[in-house]
């Protein structure tokens, strides 16, 4: 069936640090792809998406490219701040089900 | 912001009762979602609707019913409560299509005691 597959954190960076989470897929046909955080205590806020392969999703200096070579979504950042700390979660949308599907989520932490 | 609520936002509720929890969103969009999110589970899919009464189970069902009369309400029931239900419970709405989007609740707190 389909997933989502998210590389494991904790993630730790210093401020102004190269962030990358991995997520990869596994899905029929061409599902859409989503980044959501979540902040402590809150709940969860699309980050950016994207609908078809090559697409680029952007946001608050996030961004994800669509690779269905791959089936891969990475999700990166130039320079991270510590406001960024949350948990970080991929998803998609479509394949065999058409069903809302996360991968298991990535804590991140930034340090001044 | 999308137009989705939930309510209520928190609830105490004893051992044994049954509680309702309600989603509503203003979107017409057509699936909705409830997921649970506990400690070291991620977010666990309890049930979700493709349509007016058209539902089906999601991988944590058990002790869970939900019903969806109408498009913009998704309803969540706990039979019977046990303290394993204690969590944050979110809603979930989508589109799909050319504009696929997917957007949360606030979430729900439960507490059973």
């Known amino acids: 069936g389909d997933s989502v597959t998210q590389m494991e954190g904790p993630v730790t960076l210093s401020e102004e640090a190269f962030l990358t989470i991995n997520c990869t897929y596994t899905?029929?046909?061409?599902?859409?792809l989503f980044w959501y955080v979540q902040y402590p205590g809150e709940g969860l806020q699309l980050l950016l998406k994207a609908t078809k392969a090559d697409d680029k999703g952007s946001n608050k200096g996030f961004e994800a490219t669509y690779r269905k070579e791959t089936t891969s979504f990475h999700l990166e950042k130039g320079s991270v701040q510590v406001s960024d700390s949350a948990v970080y979660f991929c998803a998609l949308i479509g394949g065999a089900t058409n069903k809302l599907i996360f991968g298991t989520g990535t804590l991140l932490a930034v340090q001044p | 912001d999308a137009g989705i609520t939930q309510s209520p936002r928190h609830k105490v509720t004893e051992t044994g009762t049954p509680v309702t929890l309600r989603c509503h969103q203003t979107?017409?969009?057509?699936?909705m979602y409830w997921y649970r999110q506990d400690p070291g589970h991620g977010l666990r899919l309890i049930h979700y609707s493709y349509g007016v009464k058209d539902t089906d189970k999601g991988e944590v069902s058990d002790g869970y019913s939900v019903s969806r009369s109408k498009t913009e309400d998704f309803l969540l029931t706990l039979e019977s409560a046990t303290s394993s239900q204690t969590s944050v419970y979110f809603c979930?709405?989508?589109?799909?299509?050319?504009?696929?989007?997917?957007?949360f609740g606030q979430g729900t707190r439960l507490t059973v005691v």
């Open positions: 899905a029929t046909g061409y599902p859409s």
């Open positions: 979107e017409n969009h057509r699936y």
């Open positions: 979930a709405i989508s589109s799909q299509g050319e504009y696929t989007e997917a957007f």
